[in-house]
Structures are given as structure tokens and as C-alpha cells.
């Protein structure tokens, strides 16, 4: 008796629990339903404050849209503090000494290199249309180029730690990061901007959370949590993109990628002037081995008068401006300039990935084959444009990815970068 008392009483305890345990599945499958939603809300919000009403919208060949946007209404002008900001439509000087920024064009006759193309390297959407005057283009985010990112917050942000650190004190750092680097730079100065002419490809991507780029830095304060950082360049990244196509990009921040700033125009920061190129937008042509090869120059500068950060694309195209109270360091000038390729490397236990840096070939095969950066230049206190002073070279592994400088008189300071990653030598 006691026994079936006892089961029976077990028996009714079994039937509570699978109620609550039914009660349970429930209120989780609701649970996670509301959150699904809740992510959706703010995804649509966020799409809501990045895209802003369009006056025309382009459809690029590569899927992309890029909105025409009132030249009032982009994102930089969401910040409190450009509120009242009167824009700047010129900078007050320009490194090269033209004031006319509405006919910019180099003073120095164009390069003439073997094999090198004439045609004017442009981006994929021109295909298909412009933008009407007063309005700058912007390229439309997708729900899905947010979804792909770890988390609202970090979508259209570099993960921590992604600079690179020459003779860094702790080499374990730059390691552990994934990231991998083959660059120039120049530090022990004050410098006011930088310029390089930028060999075009379109590095393979192992994998999705990979990526592979080409830019500039300009940086100010310490290799600390308050590291400022401007950045220019192109970049092949399906994580930002959702494809492999090379893009133009920007990056910038004041605090060592944590809270400040982002890629291209997905913060409020950077503003735009021009109603031409598109930040993160497919670029077109890009070079081919042992055959066209295609560059794009890019000058950053700080107009001295008021202390905006500056950046041209090509000789024609003055895109916009920093305004200098986005920095802390670098409202005064930037005490370091890299120049080169990093990579991020996924792989695990110090194996390497095959992603590709630059070209994917080794500096050694030269032009036509590996990738260059030519013209390298900084722009000194007085505002002029100047060969760089002690030029140094960096990488982790030169068996994975390699850096090679020289200089001649055609291509005044350069270096060929990059490699294939994973190889024989680099495992
Ligand atoms: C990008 O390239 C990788 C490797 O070459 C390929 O596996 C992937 O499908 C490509 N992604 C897109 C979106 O084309
Ligand atoms: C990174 O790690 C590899 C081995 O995994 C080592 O050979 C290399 O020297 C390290 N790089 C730096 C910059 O310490």
C-alpha cells in the first residue's frame, strides 16, 4: 500500500512536472519569438536611421543601391554636435597648392608605366546613373548586412585591436588579434597627412569572416585605449559587404575602435561634399596578373585653419571632411602614418588562412604581379607634400605576407606588399 500511496503520489508529481515543463517550452518558444521580433524592431530602426530619405536612387550592377541623398541630410548631421554645423563646401588649403579644389588636377604630368591603363578607374554604379548637385551618394544598407554582423551595435565597426603595432612590446598581441599586416610607416614626427597611389585588386577570401584590404592610417596618440585612427583605402570584406567585390572605404576613430566611430558613412562623423563617389562602393576596374593594372591615389590632409582632416580620391574628387572634435590627438596632428595590406586570419593554433593580401603574390615578382603602393607622401607642418623620412617596414610573418620598399623617380618612395597566406612556408 504504502508503496503504490507512494508511486501514485509520484505519478502526480510527474504529471506537475511536465505541465510546468510543457508550461515551460511555451513561455520559451514565446520568449524567443518576442526576441526574434525584439531584433527585428531594432534592426529596422537602425536601417531607419542609417538610410536616409532619398531625393534619386541608383541600382548598381552589383546589387548594390546607392541613394542620392540631400547633401543636409546625411548621417554625419545626426551628431549633436553638427547640429549647427555650417558646412564646409572647400578646404581653405590643399597640400599640392590648389585652391581651385573644383579643378583639382596634378601639377606633375601623369606616370606613364607599361601596360598601365589611361582610362580613369571609376566605380560600378556610374554604369547606371548620377547624382543630381546638392546631393551626395550613399550606399543603401541592407537588413541582411546588418544581420550578418555579431550584433546591431558592431555593424559597420572594426573589432578591437585591429591596428598594427610595429616593434610592438608584446608581439603575442598582434597574434592573437588574427589580424595580419604588411606595411610601411614613418613616426617620430608631427605629420599633417599622408597621399599614396593605391594598386587596385581583388584578393581571394577564404573565408566569410575574413577580410582583406589596402589603406592608409593616420594616427595620433599611443598604441592605447584612446588611439586615434584615420583610415582610407580599398577592401574586399563579405562580412561588411556580402560579396567579394573591392570597395573604396574610410574608417575612423578616437578611442581605439571601442565606442567611436566606423566604416565609410554608418556613424554619424564623416561629411561628405561630393556628389560623385560613393564610400563603400564597388571600385571598377581592378588589376589583373600580367596584365592591366589599375591604382587610385588618395590624400588625406589637415586644413590648418580649421583643423578638419580632409580626403581626395583620385586627382578630381574631394570627398569631405573630418571635423577635427571628433579627435583628441589628431586635432593637433598624427604622430605615426602606415601605409599598407592586413588580413584577418581565422584559423586557429597559429595555422594560416589563404586569403590573400594585395595581389596574393610576393613582392619579389614586381610589377604586373604583386601590388604596390607608389608615390608614398606626407604632408609636413607647413602643408607641403614630402618623401617620407625614415621609412619603415613591418609584417609578422614574411613567409604568409611580405613588404619590400624602394624608391626611383617615376614612383619617387614605394613598396610592393602582400601574399597568398598559407603556403608551403607558412602553414
Ligand atoms: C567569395 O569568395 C569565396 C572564396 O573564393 C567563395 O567561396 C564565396 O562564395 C564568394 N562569395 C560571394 C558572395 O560571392
Ligand atoms: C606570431 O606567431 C608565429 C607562430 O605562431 C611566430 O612565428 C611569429 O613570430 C609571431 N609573430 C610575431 C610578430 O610575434
Avoid at 614574411?398 to 603556403?423: A, E, R
Wanted: glycine fraction near 8%; proline fraction near 6%.
Amino acid at each position: 500500500m504504502g508503496d503504490v500511496h507512494f508511486s501514485r503520489g509520484r505519478a502526480r508529481r510527474g504529471a506537475v512536472l511536465v505541465f510546468f515543463w510543457i508550461l515551460g517550452l511555451i513561455s520559451l518558444s514565446c520568449a524567443a519569438r518576442l526576441s526574434v521580433e525584439k531584433q527585428k524592431l531594432q534592426v529596422q530602426k537602425h536601417l531607419n536611421r542609417l538610410n536616409k530619405p532619398a531625393v534619386k536612387t541608383i541600382e548598381s550592377p552589383d546589387g548594390d543601391f546607392i541613394d542620392c541623398v540631400h547633401i543636409s541630410h546625411q548621417p554625419a548631421f545626426d551628431h549633436p554636435y553638427l547640429k549647427d554645423h555650417n558646412i564646409q563646401m572647400r578646404p581653405n588649403y590643399h597640400p599640392e597648392g590648389l585652391f581651385d579644389v573644383n579643378k583639382v588636377s596634378d601639377e606633375k604630368p601623369p606616370i606613364k608605366q607599361p601596360k598601365e591603363h589611361s582610362a580613369p578607374i571609376k566605380q560600378l554604379w556610374h554604369m547606371n546613373g548620377k547624382c543630381p548637385e546638392g546631393t551626395i551618394p550613399i550606399r543603401r544598407t541592407k537588413e541582411e548586412d546588418v544581420l550578418r554582423a555579431s550584433s546591431v551595435k558592431r555593424y559597420g565597426r572594426k573589432k578591437h585591436r585591429a591596428i598594427p603595432k610595429p616593434r610592438s612590446a608584446d608581439p603575442d598581441l598582434v597574434n592573437e588579434s588574427g589580424h595580419q599586416h604588411a606595411i610601411a610607416y614613418v613616426e617620430g614626427d608631427k605629420y599633417y597627412g599622408a597621399k599614396a597611389t593605391i594598386n587596385v585588386w581583388e584578393p581571394r577570401i577564404q573565408q566569410p569572416n575574413e577580410f582583406s584590404l589596402s589603406q592608409l592610417w593616420i594616427l595620433g596618440g599611443s598604441f592605447g585605449e584612446d588611439l586615434n585612427s584615420i583610415e582610407a583605402g580599398w577592401q574586399v570584406s563579405p562580412d561588411l559587404y556580402g560579396d567579394n567585390n573591392t570597395r573604396l572605404f574610410t574608417y575612423w576613430t578616437s578611442d581605439a575602435y571601442q565606442a567611436t566611430g566606423c566604416y565609410n558613412l554608418l556613424c554619424s562623423g564623416f561629411i561628405q561634399i561630393n556628389s560623385e563617389i560613393a564610400m563603400g562602393a564597388s571600385i571598377s576596374p581592378v588589376s589583373a596578373y600580367r596584365n592591366s593594372q589599375y591604382d587610385i591615389s588618395i590624400l588625406v590632409w589637415k586644413d590648418p585653419k580649421e583643423g578638419h582632416w580632409w580626403m581626395q580620391f583620385g586627382n578630381d574628387y574631394v570627398l569631405g571632411y573630418w571635423p577635427s572634435f571628433l579627435f583628441s590627438y589628431l586635432a593637433d596632428s598624427a604622430s605615426m602614418i602606415e601605409w599598407g595590406g592586413e588580413v584577418v586570419n581565422s584559423e586557429p593554433d597559429g595555422h594560416h588562412t589563404s586569403t590573400q593580401m594585395g595581389s596574393g603574390h610576393f613582392p619579389e615578382e614586381g610589377f604586373g604581379k604583386s601590388s604596390y603602393f607608389r608615390n608614398i607622401q606626407v604632408v609636413d607642418e607647413s602643408n607641403n607634400l614630402k618623401a617620407p623620412k625614415g621609412l619603415g617596414t613591418f609584417t609578422e610573418q614574411s613567409n604568409c605576407y611580405d613588404v619590400q620598399t624602394g624608391s626611383n623617380g617615376d614612383w619617387g618612395h614605394y613598396f610592393y606588399y602582400g601574399g597568398p597566406g598559407k603556403n608551403p612556408n607558412c602553414p
